[in-house]
């Protein structure tokens, strides 16, 4: 049930629009509270007598009610919105929202939206396979907005493909279970993620392999179910954009260490998902160390393992996850590493594991509790890990 909340609905011009009225009624059947901003084109498809009809609201299409000179304002409809759902999304309208385009009253709103938003793209198969619309695809999701994916069907042209939009039943079902997930929402949850670098020189450093791509995965999603996610990760590619993670950038285990326990304040959930250095050079030197013709011995100090120390402040209210990336005797190294470091749940990757490596898109992983019990999970992609991760955390907490 969605008693209480408030959906916007925004419909462009797409032969699906006329399915925006079933999504509406399976709203309404939830007890949501719906609103409807219709393009100029989407009426070419649907009616608004159609849409405000169901959702018992006149829809908004303009900036000006009516033809008067009374305004819609888009500010307050922003603010007002729990959730925002562009659907069907026109190969046009992504590609403005991609750009921060406003010419009409749905982007307008989109730029001022406080709200999560999802869209649902539904266009002829070459149209979305272009790579124009998928660039625009992927900057929508890299600012944190969420792709309902289109379906492989019969398509209006009469062609057969991608393109159709989601079932009007896949995307009330995704808002449903996003409102649901309760466990996570206005809860802090702490991330290490990346590998850190330790110094040698001034210009060289010890480092490792490590993209940061599964803290990254985990990052967004608990940011999507509400949480305010504080994402302490070492040098990689790409952070998380979105407006409930707060990004904190470091580079050494040294300074990850410090700002976690700076960070460690009513936080509710740690995952220590960083691929911290084990040593660090016990001296660095200020400039570029020249060769000399003699060898170099560099001695190796430890490193401080913040998942341990970090463990030692955990109280019953706090959660903690880590991970183990093991070469061989994966579990019993892993059923160690729970206890060690105070952790309630060890997220075992193994290197024997085909598929599973620094960098990789994919991860084959193996959760323990600290009673041993063992959930095992096939090869996947790492965003689709880090969704059985959150939902077996859910279960937990
Ligand atoms: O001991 P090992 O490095 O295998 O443990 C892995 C787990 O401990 C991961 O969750 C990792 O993020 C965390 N860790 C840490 N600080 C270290 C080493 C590991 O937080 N110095």
Sequence with gaps: MLAGKKILLAVTGSIAAYKAALIVRLFVKEKAEVRVIMTENSKEFVTPTTLSTLSKHSVYSSFYKN??????????????????????????????????????????????????????????????????????????????????????????????????MAAPETIVGIILEAFNTGVFSNKKVLITSGPTYETLDSVRFIGNHSSGKMGYALASLFARKGAEVVFISGPVKNYPIHPNIKVIKVTSADEMMEVC????????????????????????FDKKHKKDGTPLNIILIENPDIAREIGKLKTE??????FALETNDGEVSAKLKIKRKNLDLIVLNSLEDPGVNFGRDTNKITIFDQFDKKISFELKHKKEVAQDIVKIIESYA
């Design 67 to 164: 033809n008067s000179e009374e305004w819609h304002n888009h500010i307050a409809l922003s603010t007002w919105a729990d959730v925002l759902i562009i659907a069907p999304a026109s190969a046009q309208t992504l590609a403005k929202m991609a750009h921060g385009i406003c010419d009409n009253f749905l982007l307008s709103v989109f730029l001022s939206i406080k709200c999560p938003v999802y869209f649902a793209p539904a266009m002829d198969l070459d149209m979305l396979a272009h790579p124009a619309t998928q660039k625009n695809i992927g900057i929508l999701i890299s600012l944190g907005n969420h792709l309902i994916a289109s379906e492989v069907g019969e398509l209006a042209s009469g062609l057969n493909g991608k393109g159709r």
């Design 261 to 284: 326990k700076n960070q460690y304040v009513d936080i509710d959930f740690a995952v220590f998902a960083a691929a911290v250095a084990d040593y660090k050079p016990s001296k660095t």
């Design 317 to 322: 209210k706090q959660f903690h996850i880590g």
